[in-house]
């Protein structure tokens, strides 16, 4: 955003989203049926990514994905898939949007943290 209305317009609307996503996720594995859909592959890289870059980055910080019960599992539900946790590089993720948007990071400092863990259990299973 280059202005703070635009801001604080597109903050409530991205929170907006994310609680309905957090409400339909506590009760089914996928967001449109019992397996995996394209909602989901266009969802994911957006999740993956928000704890990690969106959070501090792009001044997200209402919380993280981390804090959402059902959405943090869903992402971790999501990565252990065979085959997808080798698509994702977080230092590779976090140097490119801290490098490259010099007008939002001008320093192009990249930041340490946050610790991840998708590997944890994510329990989703019985909503299947």
């Known amino acids: 955003a280059t202005s703070q209305e635009a801001y604080d317009k597109a903050y409530d609307e991205l929170w907006s989203a994310l609680d309905q996503l957090e409400k339909r996720l506590e009760s089914r594995r996928y967001l449109m049926g019992p397996s995996i859909s394209e909602a989901d592959v266009r969802l994911y890289p957006t999740l993956v990514r928000f704890d990690a870059v969106y959070h501090g980055h792009f001044k997200c910080n209402r919380q993280r994905i981390s804090d959402f019960p059902a959405l ?14 080798e698509t994702v590089d977080i230092d590779q993720i976090k140097r490119h949007y801290y490098v490259s948007q010099r007008t939002i990071n ?23």
């Open 106 to 128: 001008p320093t192009q400092i990249v930041p340490v943290g946050p610790e991840l863990d998708f590997d944890s259990p994510h329990g989703r299973e019985s909503l299947s």
């Open 72 to 85: 943090s599992a869903y992402v971790r539900d999501l990565y252990q898939v065979p085959g997808v946790a």
